[in-house]
């Protein structure tokens, strides 16, 4: 058993961005996994997914044609369990989406393989994969380790490795998927309602309040220190909660991750991990917080022990 197989997610004819993040995690252990990565593609036409895929760490894109390109649970469960068999991976990665919630556990149920979730790192000790993931609502994070198994199937939470994009062109082969009865079908895409509100993940540049705003009448000076700024105003979910802003505008865990993010101002924010979850993977986060000790510091590349109000006034002077 060797080499790493990520299985791609598409939707709508685009790949899902989880995918290189995927890449990214395979090729960073590539060497320990004494192998290849590879990528494949499960769907009605998948060779026209073959040039998104065909970036840098990619070594293999293997092609698996089916009768629907929409996600399917036990189509991908019987595909991917072919290629286990077929191509002998020592570990698959999969994104941890809605679409692997409706087959992933069933690949861990028969006990062939090591199986995790929601795993948020990985790496090799002594030779031997350690999966690292949250337990208890995210109070403990714990490692997991897969004695005595071969394949080991994890589920990686998305957000948390850098997708690679610098483009390549691995080989590229097929495979075919094994029969199977497909118990449900796809039947139409319904987009979410349109609230009217901003997609905070497409936001390059983010200003996100926290409690230590201390009060909603607070919220407007933050909402025009965003604008002054040119950023897009997010925050921490006891915000959202008291319905001081959006649950569209929630960074983290049960909110969103800001995927394209590049500089990430968190006012009055402490940095639970359910926060950073959202956001621990954009390089350039500044905290302001008046609690040193306050975890968000351990993430930010520029820390400000300071009242936010304070900050809020010097902010936009720095920005003209
Ligand atoms: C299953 C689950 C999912 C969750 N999902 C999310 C999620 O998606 N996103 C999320 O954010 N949380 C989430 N949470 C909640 C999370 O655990 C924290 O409770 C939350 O992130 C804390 O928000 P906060 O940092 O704004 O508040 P606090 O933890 O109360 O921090 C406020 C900070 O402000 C600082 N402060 C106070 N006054 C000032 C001031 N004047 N100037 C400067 N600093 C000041 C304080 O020192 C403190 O560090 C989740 C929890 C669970 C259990």
């Avoid at 790493?4 to 320990?32: D, M, N, Y």
């Avoid at 714990?142 to 994009?165: C, H, N, Q, S, Y």
């Avoid at 905290?287 to 900050?311: H, L, M, Q, R």
């Amino acid at each position: 058993m060797s080499g790493i197989l990520v299985i791609a997610e598409h939707r709508q004819g685009e790949i899902r961005p989880a995918t290189f993040e995927l890449v990214t995690a395979a090729t960073g252990l590539k060497e320990q996994s004494d192998g290849t990565v590879m990528v494949a593609v499960i769907g009605k036409e998948p060779d026209r997914y073959v040039e998104d895929l065909g970036v840098r760490g990619v070594d293999e894109i293997i092609t698996v044609q089916v009768d629907q390109d929409e996600f399917q649970p036990d189509i991908y469960e019987a595909c991917v369990r072919g290629l286990i068999e077929d191509k002998k991976p020592s570990l698959v990665l999969i994104p941890h989406s809605v679409d692997a919630w409706g087959y992933a556990p069933a690949l861990g149920a028969g006990g062939e393989y090591g199986f995790s979730t929601d795993v948020f790192g990985i790496r090799y000790e002594d030779g031997e994969l350690v999966a690292t993931r949250a337990a208890y609502k995210e109070k403990v994070y714990m490692d997991v380790d897969f004695p005595g198994k071969e394949t080991i199937a994890l589920t990686v939470r998305g957000g948390v490795f850098k997708p690679e994009e610098e483009k390549a062109e691995p080989t590229v082969s097929s495979f075919n998927c094994p029969e199977v009865q497909a118990r449900s079908q796809h039947k139409q895409f319904i987009e979410p309602e349109d609230t009217g509100d901003i997609d905070i993940t497409q936001s390059e540049f983010l200003l996100s309040i926290g409690r230590g705003i201390s009060e909603e009448s607070n919220v407007e000076q933050f909402e025009e220190l965003a604008d002054a700024v040119g950023a897009t105003l997010g925050c921490s979910r006891p915000i959202a909660d008291s319905g001081w802003l959006p649950k569209s505008r929630q960074v983290g865990q049960s909110g969103k991750t800001v995927s394209n993010c590049k500089l990430y101002i968190a006012m009055g924010i402490s940095g639970s991990v359910q926060h950073q979850a959202g956001m621990k993977h954009v390089e350039n986060i500044i905290a302001v917080n008046t609690d040193p000790e306050a975890s968000i510091f351990s993430i930010a590349k520029y820390g400000i022990v300071a009242d936010i109000f304070d900050i809020a006034e010097e902010l936009p002077g720095h920005f003209e």
